[in-house]
């Protein structure tokens, strides 16, 4: 979208928009159509990467760790489609990455595994962990979860573990000989994975809910699970376990409901920077056979959020993104409030040149976020600060898929991402601390 002051009047529309916190949002676009950007240059330029595969800042350095169809330790191959990520501490100063493969079963090369360790022997998706060194060189390499479907996302948990999340709601009741992704069980579901060990026996989690999954945070300080929903008219979730720590044992499932706004759409016309409170309810049907999970939440009441995606912790909130959301249609990140129950819209994209469809998010080491683009043509890093102020951290030079899977080692010294297709994960490291503006 070309940044014209008329193409941001036109997406303020004064005829459909009213009240105070409407006339804020007007005035946020109004801003950028008159150059008042939200955009700003944190740590300079990007500089052109001779290799063409990834542009970085002034004095950042990067080096390709995997790279699809590549042999593995257990004697597979590197699975396509590297999405979602995280980094554990290892043993002797190495780091554990665990990653997320998301494929259907038409495509390959998929995760392979044994059929004992394979959920569905149809499934495609997976998890795959890397062992690096400390000077950023790949030690290992294997698969740890199999036989699943479109694992998008997902996320740590205080115990060390990895919850991969399906965005997938196949069934065999669905199978047909033309269908190309026939499955021989329900899917829709969490998987965990241990950042230790070998092989993961794939049960799903079905008390956290059947649905499209996208990803997971967890609140340390009580062990609750917020979901995002990967829909057009998704909601946003909460699961409080019965037992922290063995999610196998079950808990409760809720959705969140702005409470002097039920059932509102929260794409358009929402306010800036106006924290509300809310509410919880609880979702009694947690593994219907339909896609129907969310519609049980929008009767009681849930908001609905334009295609939840990437969650993270912090400084004691929550950020998520919903990819399309906002008048633009580019993408906002909202952030929640645990201690206060409130919700509030942090950043709304005016346009492609600020931010084009936020997906995977981290907190950086240097205090602002990292959010994975996922649009259309060239595809960025970009930076946020705490003041919602947007920049671009890296440029995917290689092609135009998106980043994904953006993590931190233990230590903050390296940032890890993923190019998706055909697939590489890159390390990027720097002296964040001596940069100017860090």
Known sequence: MVLSRRNFLNLAGISIITGVAAVSLKNYYTRVANGQTTKTEKFGQLIPDPNGILDLPKGWQYQVISQVGKPMS????????????AAFPGENGQIILIRNHELSPHEFPGVMASKQHKYDHFSQGGTTTLIVNKNRTLAKEFVSLAGTNRNCAGGTTPWNSWISCEEEISTPQLNSQENPDNVSVKHGYNFEVSSQGKIAKPIPLIAMGRFRHEAIAVDPRTGYIYQTEDQNDSCFYRFRPQEPGNLKTGGILEALVITEMPRIDTSKNYPLNQPKSVKWVQIENVDPDDDTLRYEAQKKGAAIFKRGEGICLAKGEFYFTCTSGGMAEKGQIFRYNPAKETISLFVESPGAEILDYPDNLILAPFGDLVVCEDGAGEQFLIGVTP????????????????????????????MFVNIYSPGLTLAIWADWQKIPGA
């Open 74 to 85: 257990d004697g597979t191959s590197v699975p396509t489609s590297f999405d979602g990520m």
């Open 387 to 414: 003041q919602g102020k947007c920049y671009r951290l890296a440029r995917n030079a290689y092609n135009n898929s998106e980043f994904a899977g953006v993590c931190f080692s233990p230590d903050g010294q390296t």
